[in-house]
């Protein structure tokens, strides 16, 4: 199963707006897309397209998650969000 590891940029961490923005991305994909804070069982990921279980995560500045998602489209839905947290959605 295809994974990234991505630290969060935003200042805010992956909360309100930055969370929001994730999870509708997330959401688009062809894919279902996991989330879990680095070090967590994998078996304890939740999905990415929900806004509940991003809060519910507290990720803050600088903490990294990993991604999964597998079937078609996996590696290119990953890349993209990735992006996405690494970049400081606060900012713009």
Same mark, same amino acid.
């Given at each position: 199963?295809?994974?990234r /590891? *991505? /630290?969060? #940029?935003? =200042?805010?961490?992956?909360? #309100? =707006?930055? *969370?929001a923005l994730f999870a509708e991305l997330a959401g688009e994909q062809p894919v279902d897309v996991t989330i879990a804070m680095q070090g967590q069982p994998e078996d304890e990921a939740m999905d990415a397209a929900s806004i509940l279980s991003l809060m519910t995560l507290g990720a803050a500045k600088g903490d990294v998650v990993v991604l999964r998602a597998e079937g078609d489209g996996a590696d290119a839905a990953l890349d993209a969000l990735v992006k996405l947290l690494e970049t400081d959605l606060d900012a713009e």
């Open positions: 199963m295809p994974e /590891t *991505a /630290t969060v #940029a935003s =200042r805010s961490g992956l909360h #309100a =707006r930055p *969370a």
